[in-house]
């Protein structure tokens, strides 16, 4: 599809640095709502922007995108969204999108793309390459919150604890110590610097994460 001049403008203002992080919002074939974050990169290609996205197989996403090939893409910098959108989806706030099914995320989201997948299969690595393309872009009323680098802690500590998650079945007791040990070193920032909510968010996923560990009760890492 070819966007305006305009929106496509918008896309590259917005998303220029390489890969951004995103919230992406699908529905299944009974139109149930699945939120999930995910890297996200542009191609541009002139007249038109395509975006990749790249989900895990057995993931909701991936699952959703091949009954109903549409999704939202949500940009902000709010860490707590992030945070929300993996563990307390109940509470994040879901509008009508314009023109495909799946709905956006209402509140404190920079940008919002509506896409439609033109391509979907799997790439060497196992994982899902989902190829969509950008029908409508528009700026919501915006994350609103300075640059923060402890808030940028708290999302690459979510982007660890999420990865640990999904493969900690297929990983060794010391791969999963690495991931932790990670963890803990990422979410060190924020627990000297963050404000509390900050503070809680990590203690969430340092909990969470020690608990995939193969430690015992003794060998418990102590904060
Ligand atoms: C900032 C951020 C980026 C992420 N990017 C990806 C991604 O590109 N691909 C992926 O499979 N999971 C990614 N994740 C993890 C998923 O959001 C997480 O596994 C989620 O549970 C997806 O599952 P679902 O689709 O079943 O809800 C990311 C997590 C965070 C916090």
């Known amino acids: 599809m070819t966007l305006s001049v305009g929106l496509r403008d918008l896309v590259r203002k917005y998303l220029r640095y390489g890969l951004h992080e995103g919230i992406c919002v699908t529905v299944d074939g009974f139109g149930r709502v699945n939120v999930a974050p995910m890297g996200v990169e ?24 091949r009954q109903v090939p549409e999704f939202t893409l949500n940009f902000t910098h709010n860490p707590i969204l992030f ?10 706030t879901l509008l009508p ?14 940008l919002v793309l509506e896409c439609e997948v033109k391509a979907q299969y799997r790439d060497v690595k196992g ?19 300075a640059y ?7 999302i690459e500590a979510l982007v660890y604890l999420t990865k640990l998650v999904a493969l900690a079945t297929s990983m060794s007791c010391e791969e999963r110590m690495k991931y932790f040990r990670r963890i ?33 009760t003794q060998d418990k890492v102590v904060e």
Request: include cysteine; charge should be neutral.
């Open 184 to 216: 803990s070193e990422v979410c060190s920032l924020p627990m000297r610097i963050g404000s509390k909510e900050l503070r809680h968010v990590c203690s969430v996923v340092l909990k969470l994460a020690e608990s995939l560990t193969c430690l015992d």
């Open 97 to 110: 999108s314009h023109y495909v099914r799946p709905p956006r995320l209402g509140n404190g989201v920079d």
């Open 42 to 65: 542009v191609l541009d290609r002139g007249s038109n922007v395509d975006v990749i996205i790249r989900p895990y197989p057995e993931t909701r996403t991936s699952m959703n995108l």
């Open 127 to 145: 994982r899902d390459l989902v190829i969509g393309s950008v029908n409508d872009a528009y700026e919501c009323e915006g994350s609103k919150v």
């Open 83 to 92: 945070f929300n959108s993996l563990f307390h989806k109940q509470s994040l």
């Open 148 to 154: 923060s680098r402890g808030a940028s802690a708290v």
